[in-house]
């Protein structure tokens, strides 16, 4: 009778406990969890321990100087410290990002839950719409977007947020459309729950899991996005420090080959980003998604 | 087959329809009067106008689209402002230049990524599938554009190996006619090795940078595809018949396992083919990503319009393509 003792059926039917053991054994999750934490400390502290103003931030004295013990990472062309700017443009990037993405994961899965649900017309529609934003290349949407609403971070942030939408769709759809013949949920229609209700609380919490390793990368590519708008000047701009508009200005303004610092820089801290989003993703799918692991 | 290409290709007809609406109405939105940005301020009202009713702004809204729909149907995609060129001129002067960058980024991608999933799955958890994986992961984590200069700062400015941009030494004076577009193709077919060798030159550093992440794609794609079909009964059969390991690997193993990675290579072909905005603009690559780029800086509206809508179109067609290929390499699938 010991063998089968109450804490080892605990364990293995609690799922947080199991997430955590899957997640704990995953080496890229826990790369990837590090690093995420370090940036987001790293963004919230920035204020504290290095106070900066980039509207009045410059010294032409101290122009495009190599990286050395005064100015680790050297200078960029109106003298500012670049490891101020990438460190403040870490911080816009992961607000970027994070806005971005909430904007695609809220109306994705609105429609998604949507279509899926009540299929029908709605669902030809909803699926005819996705089919069009998946048509454009991403960039270009993104452009066309930015475009219309003027180069600015929100417009950045309402682009890139609008490319993530049909990814979300289609995964809370593929999602709902299984999950609505599940028995607790028919269960749920018998004792005469309501469609809001059986979508909101008996769907919807079923398809998390997915949704959160799907936002965890949509994060990384969220980052890169929003970069790439930034690089074709259609993002925030100077002097805000964002890290997509500093590679840019150092490209355009032609120094980027002779002060090779103000693009490397900026550049690494995407490639951070983005990475560090990917692992957490790559240990998050391993944890909460097992089966969908290619 | 057929009967399922032909309600593929009808299946597509509202996509494209609004491909063209959602373009049509997002250059309606743009805020400013667009005539006005064209001309510039100082231009008189009655240029405005009469250049407002040459474009057939002046008509409502509806019948703008319908128009620009004629057009389309006819192949008239308008007319550049800037240049004055028709937008399908231009359209086919630049496309070659974007599909050669696009073929040669996938080659590069498909050369490298391949073997190097193979040797991943085949040493599994070696130092040489941990340095894979992790290239793998940076590769897809980097932003493209910075991957180019960084590379033209290495290999063009530093070490001066390679040209840093553009796709023919124009500095050079090389007698040389484009006949197809190609360059490629028509240095071959002039026998003129020393162009050949420029235009070379000029595209590996593109390539480079626009086939990275497709190669990590791949070469993560590959690795899973192939650790799972080693698993399989019909390996351990063959490997327990004593064939030879290398046989097991190339002719066994990998014949199923490229089924998936042909997909994906085929879905990403696509993305090349239209994505190449930001590599083309870094390499001043004078291709439709590059032309596209500038035209929206310019606001010339007609060849942003015609370029996205031509873009997108096909985009949609490569990614039909690729799925019907399927068929072709596994004789399982069946159309209906």
Request: net charge positive; glycine share 10%; charged share 15%.
């Amino acid at each position: 009778m010991d063998t089968l003792s109450p804490a080892v059926i605990q364990t293995s039917s609690d799922p947080l406990q199991r997430i955590y053991r899957q997640f704990r054994r995953s080496t890229s999750g826990k790369i990837g969890l590090v690093l995420t934490l370090g940036l987001v400390v790293l963004a919230l502290l920035a204020p504290l321990l290095r106070p900066f103003d980039a509207a009045t931030a410059r010294n032409f004295a101290a122009r495009l100087k190599a990286p050395s013990l005064e100015f680790l990472m050297g200078t960029d062309g109106l003298g500012r410290d670049l490891l101020t700017l990438v460190w403040y443009g870490l911080r816009i990037s992961l607000l970027v990002s994070l806005i971005a993405v909430g904007i695609g994961l809220l109306i994705g899965t609105l429609l998604g839950l949507v279509a899926g649900y009540f299929r029908g017309r709605l669902d030809t529609v909803i699926g005819w719409f996705t089919d069009i934003l998946l048509a454009f290349p991403s960039v270009l949407l993104a452009i066309a977007v930015a475009t219309v609403f003027g180069s600015s971070l929100r417009s950045v942030m309402f682009a890139v947020g609008i490319i993530q939408i049909p990814t979300f769709i289609r995964l809370t759809r593929s999602m709902v459309l299984s999950l609505r013949e599940r028995e607790f949920v028919q269960t749920a229609r018998a004792f005469g729950a309501g469609s809001g209700r059986i979508i909101f609380r008996h769907i919807l919490p079923s398809s998390l899991a997915p949704l959160i390793v799907q936002a965890t990368l949509s994060l990384g590519t969220a980052t890169l996005e929003a970069a790439g708008l930034g690089f074709l000047g259609l993002g925030a701009q100077p002097p805000t420090p964002e890290l997509g508009t500093m590679l840019s200005d150092s490209f355009r303004n032609g120094y980027s080959m002779s002060s090779p610092w103000t693009i490397i820089f900026p550049g690494l801290m995407i490639t951070l980003i983005v990475l560090a989003f990917n692992l957490l993703g790559d240990g998050l799918r391993d944890a909460l998604d097992p089966r969908s692991n290619p | 087959m057929l009967q399922y290409i032909a309600k593929r290709l009808l299946g597509l007809v509202p996509v494209i329809f609004g491909i063209t609406l959602l373009v049509f109405a997002f250059l309606h939105l743009i805020p400013g009067d667009p005539v006005t940005a064209m001309v510039g301020e100082r231009s008189t009202p009655e240029q405005i106008e009469i250049l407002r009713k040459q474009m057939g702004l002046d008509q409502p809204l509806p019948l703008q689209y319908l128009f620009f729909l004629i057009g389309l149907l006819r192949l008239d995609f308008g007319t550049s402002i800037v240049t004055n060129v028709p937008v399908i001129v231009e359209i086919g002067q630049r496309w070659p230049a974007s599909f050669e960058l696009s073929v040669a980024a996938m080659l590069f991608a498909v050369l490298v990524g391949i073997p190097a999933g193979i040797l991943a799955a085949v040493k599994k958890d070696s130092w040489l599938d941990n340095v894979a994986m992790i290239g793998s992961l940076v590769g897809v984590s980097m932003p493209v554009y910075w991957l180019g200069l960084l590379l033209i700062y290495l290999f063009a400015v530093y070490l001066g190996w390679l040209p840093p941009s553009g796709r023919l030494g124009v500095s050079q004076g090389f007698e040389f006619q484009a006949i197809t577009g190609f360059y490629i193709l028509d240095a071959i077919l002039q026998g003129n090795v020393l162009v050949l060798k420029d235009v070379l030159a000029h595209l590996v550093l593109p390539a480079i940078a626009l086939g990275t992440i497709p190669l990590a794609i791949v070469a993560r794609l590959t690795r899973s595809a192939m650790l799972e079909v080693l698993s399989q009964d019909y390996i351990r059969t063959a490997r327990a018949k004593g064939v030879l390991e290398k046989w097991v690997i190339f002719k066994h193993a990998l014949k199923n396992a490229l089924l998936p990675v042909i997909t994906i290579i085929g879905l990403q072909f696509g993305a090349l083919l239209s994505g190449a905005i930001l590599t083309e603009t870094i390499f001043s690559w004078p291709g439709l990503g590059s032309w596209i780029y500038s035209a929206i800086l310019a606001r010339d509206y007609p060849v942003v319009q015609g370029g996205v809508v031509f873009i997108s179109i096909t985009f949609v067609l490569i990614n039909l393509l690729v799925d019907l290929s399927y068929a072709l390499f596994d004789p399982r699938i069946q159309y209906r």
